[in-house]
Antibody, heavy 120, light 109 residues
């Protein structure tokens, strides 16, 4: 059974960089049939797509966040990562990682999510 | 790019059917048959319920169905059950990016 697990600091100071890692177990991140994404959800609000990455390193970002987002992949560790720079309180959210089926763009497996709070 | 438009809330009684709409544009919902729907219970991660507009993943009840007409996709839940009470989100491929709807809270009366 595929599992995804987010990890990283739960508290980040304003203007600093948020860094999260998603560890994939029970399957290979290098499969050409899938790619991997980050989604966030501010408290009490809806889902927002942040961006995604193929195992080859090709990335796709939400235009509204593109200037601050970097997503990378480490196939040797079966992990992919998110960096969001210059954070503000508006970036406080539960951050999810997910697997995306390349053939139909659906997000079929999700991590449990991790709350990141931006506060001094 | 704007979020897809969903009603904020819908409600229905047990056994009834409800439909949730998801309106996009000719650049997303209208251009691709790549709409998916997710169910989210409080404090939980979203769960895939429908993909490619109308297909159900293995294990999802056939009470859930999806359709699309033009720039609007729809999710119908028939034979409402108490456990269906949750938030529902639509999602569409938009050409090198992905859009989510704002979410719809389903209340089972």
């Amino acid at each position: 059974q595929l599992q995804l697990q987010e990890s990283g600091p739960g508290l980040v100071k304003p203007s600093e960089t948020l860094s999260l890692t998603c560890t994939v177990s029970g399957g290979s991140i290098s499969s050409s049939s899938y790619y991997w994404g980050w989604i966030r959800q501010p408290p009490g609000k809806g889902l927002e797509w942040i961006g995604s990455i193929y195992y080859s390193g090709s990335t796709y970002y939400n235009p509204s966040l593109k200037s601050r987002v970097t997503i990378s992949v480490d196939t040797s560790k079966n992990q992919f990562s998110l960096k969001l720079s210059s954070v503000t309180a508006a970036d406080t959210a539960v951050y999810y990682c997910a697997r995306i089926v390349g053939a139909n763009e659906s997000l079929d497996y999700w991590g449990q999510g991790t709350l990141v709070t931006v506060s001094s | 790019q704007s979020a897809l438009t969903q009603p904020a809330s819908v409600s229905g009684s047990p056994g009834q059917s409800i439909t949730i709409s998801c309106t996009g544009t000719s650049s997303d919902v209208g251009s691709y048959n790549l709409v998916s729907w997710y169910q989210q219970h409080p404090g939980k991660a979203p769960k895939l319920m429908i993909y490619e507009g109308s297909k159900r993943p293995s294990g999802v009840s056939n009470r859930f169905s999806g359709s699309k007409s033009g720039n609007t996709a729809s999710l119908t839940i028939s034979g409402l059950q108490a456990e269906d009470e949750a938030d529902y989100y639509c999602c569409s491929y938009a050409g090198s990016s992905t859009l989510f709807g704002g979410g719809t809270k389903l209340t089972v009366l």
